[in-house]
């Protein structure tokens, strides 16, 4: 019977094994990825947001990606951006450059916090680094044949993968709002020559270091305690209101924990 039944869908086998041409891959021919530090940088709660408003949404979105654009433009070196709906992976050989592009996008977007006096236009965002291999679209590209890769190429290029990916998706649920959490990976690795990241969350404020400080007649520190001030009064606002955030006022205790926590140090 069994027999019987698989000779009756033969053209169907037929027929899918020659389709199975068009998307053969071997991924043995992939080349060794490198080492790259991978930033993910996250609005808060946008999921609920595009429930509920495509205005607030479309505001909140433009804003993100304006910011990144700004930040990776201004990046002592190479970066690559891969934006995904509400969020943006953020990718580079160099830590200096990640940590250029994530300070730039914390002051520019915590400074339009501070200065948006009504707190229901007010978004939150937080971000998470981490290092090792990535695999990029091209990798991927180059394991095609001529005819597939000229077919597919274009698409293939918005494609990257690799732990750092996942690890830094994942990462980001550790750090506070308006805060960096690093990943493990981006604290016991780093290129040659480079120190690895040595606390779990990155102060982007303080500016000892050699990472470029975005112009401003405003010091990065004391923006950082105007935004600690500011969003403090914000989860004020949100357990009044907490019923039209889709959040549970737990959640939000724990926003205003961590905000404290983060900002008190530096």
């Not at 429930?51 to 002592?76: C, E, G, I, Q, W």
Request: proline share 6%; net charge neutral; glycine share 4%.
């Amino acid at each position: 019977m069994v027999s019987a039944d698989k000779d009756k869908y033969h053209h169907v086998r037929e027929f899918v094994s020659k389709q199975r041409e068009q998307f053969y891959f071997d991924a043995r021919k992939l080349q060794p990825a490198e080492n790259e530090y991978v930033a993910w940088i996250d609005l808060m709660g946008a999921g609920h947001t595009m429930s509920v408003s495509v205005s607030k949404t479309a505001n909140y979105m433009a804003r993100l990606h304006m910011a990144v654009d700004m930040a990776a433009a201004a990046a002592p070196s190479a970066v690559k951006l891969n934006p995904i709906n509400d969020g943006v992976f953020v990718t580079s050989s160099s830590k200096a450059a990640i940590m250029s592009v994530v300070r730039q996008v914390m002051y520019s977007l915590g400074g339009y916090f501070i200065s948006t006096g009504a707190p229901h236009d007010r978004c939150l965002l937080r971000a998470s680094i981490a290092f090792g291999p990535v695999y990029h679209g091209d990798a991927i590209a180059a394991c095609l044949s001529k005819t597939k890769k000229a077919k597919h190429e274009m698409t293939l290029s918005r494609v990257e993968f690799g732990a750092p990916i996942i690890q830094a998706y994942h990462a980001e649920s550790d750090a506070p709002p308006y805060g960096v959490s690093i990943h493990e990976s981006a604290r016991a690795f780093a290129p040659p020559g480079e120190q690895p990241f040595r606390t779990t969350h990155w102060l982007w404020w303080p500016t000892m270091d050699e990472i470029p400080v975005p112009p401003s007649v405003v010091s990065l520190p004391d923006l950082a305690r105007c935004l600690a001030f500011e969003l403090k009064s914000y989860f004020d606002w949100m357990r009044t209101t907490a019923i039209f955030h889709g959040v549970k006022p737990e959640k939000i205790n724990e926003w205003s924990a961590r905000v404290e926590q983060y900002f008190s140090v530096g």
